[in-house]
Nanobody, 128 residues
Framework: VQLVESGGGLVQPGGSLKLSCAAS????????MAWFRQAPGKEREFVAA????????YYADSVKDRFAISRDNAKTTMFLQMNVLGPEDSALYYC??????????????????????WGQGTQVTVSS
């Protein structure tokens, strides 16, 4: 599946942004999709994941009270609503997709190597 992110941009501290990730070729029929982010000089880190069939969600501790991951009913697009943004949230945000089921999704869906399709990323910059 090909993934295309959109919605990034420049926002002031305390502001909000909503990212989208569109899957090409019709509804995504795989197991899960996720958001990761990578700031300059840092490793790629998990942000949030959603199990596609039942919309069970998983979050990194650093975002769980501020971000919300979701998907549309047509199962073609994933979203990340980001609120109360701070400079530490500035990064290139990637969406990723996994086709097959895994055991212990709460653990393994946080790991980048579990995903086989990646988008090109959308930049989020939080600055005054």
């Amino acid at each position: 599946v090909q993934l295309v992110e959109s919605g990034g941009g420049l926002v002031q501290p305390g502001g909000s942004l909503k990212l989208s990730c569109a899957a090409s070729g019709g509804p995504f029929s795989g197991y899960a999709m996720a958001w990761f982010r990578q700031a300059p000089g840092k490793e790629r880190e998990f942000v949030a994941a959603i199990r596609w069939s039942d919309s069970v969600t998983y979050y990194a501790d650093s975002v769980k009270d501020r971000f919300a991951i979701s998907r549309d009913n047509a199962k073609t697009t994933m979203f990340l609503q980001m609120n109360v943004l701070g400079p530490e949230d500035s990064a290139l945000y990637y969406c990723a997709a996994r086709e097959g089921r895994i055991a212990s999704p709460g653990y393994y869906l946080r790991l980048a190597y579990q995903y086989y399709s990646w988008g090109q990323g959308t930049q989020v910059t939080v600055s005054s």
